[in-house]
């Protein structure tokens, strides 16, 4: 089967005057049609570079990105004919309504008569009654809206998602996953980039985490879960810490999480609180969840699968 997207060895260099910055080390990996797959990292790990490669964007210094097998540079029309990408930053074109917007938007991919499409885009995305409103009058969040109905406007069979939810209302993501959901039930693949991790382990079946411009774990995302601590305990305290504690704990103000594999370590956390006369508040004892998953990856304290046993076993 040919690969939705296909990321081989593919590096990006940039050269300055200060030196040289490699965004993208030698990035492989690949997405199958009908995926939803989810592309982590922390800020400057290579994500949006690695998307405007895909999108055509930027150029890579060296390997081959490909689009349902279009080689984005050697066959890039048909290659972005089949991507729909939803940009980080707010761009529009503040001479128009959101209904032009949309039209002269079918009109770069050759998609004519397509006003039906745009009505059940501007409906399921909360925009019919803005549809004749210029650009220039919409909040953040309807914009953040009409970027979504125009990567998705002619109906491209790969949509990509680069941080679709940042800084907008819970509204506009309930919405937002409600439609997207369904467009990939409906076999679109989606990529999705997002700091929103729990919206990640929702909806992603397989994840990469990129640090550094390298893959640094790749796996279903219920694999990438269960090769954590199991347990997650998460109470409030304003008390510091018992030093033997603090490796495995991570402090938000007064919450307080500590990693736990089974009953008798949660028995141990709770002894070495009690012993050092600390008093624990609203305790909660629950799984990990990706969050944990993904820092504990960050910092290197888990053993990723290797990036060919990950890749053999997504094409299992």
Known sequence: MTPAISFQDVSKTYHGQRGSVHALDHVSFDIQPGEFFGLLGPNGAGKTTLISILAGLARASGGQV?????????????????????????????????????????????????????????????????????????????????????ALVHRPPVIVLDEPTAGVDVELRQTLWQFVARLNKQGHTVLLTTHYLEEAEALCSRIAMLKQGRVVALDRTSALLAGTASTMMRFKMDTPLPASLVPQSRVTGRIVQIKAHDAKEVESVLAALHAAGCEPEDLEIGRADLENVFLEIMQGESRPLPIPQAIQAAAA
């Open 66 to 150: 490909r689009v349902l097998g279009h080689d984005v540079v050697i066959d890039y029309a048909a290659a972005r004919r089949s991507l729909g990408v939803v940009p980080q930053e707010l761009v529009f074109d503040p001479f128009f309504s959101v209904r032009e917007a949309l039209r002269i938007q079918s009109g770069y991919f050759g998609v004519h008569d397509n006003d039906a499409w745009i009505d059940e885009l501007l409906a399921n995305l909360g925009l019919a009654d803005k549809a004749n409103a210029n650009m220039r009058q919409l909040s953040g969040g309807m914009k953040r809206r009409v970027l979504v109905a125009q």
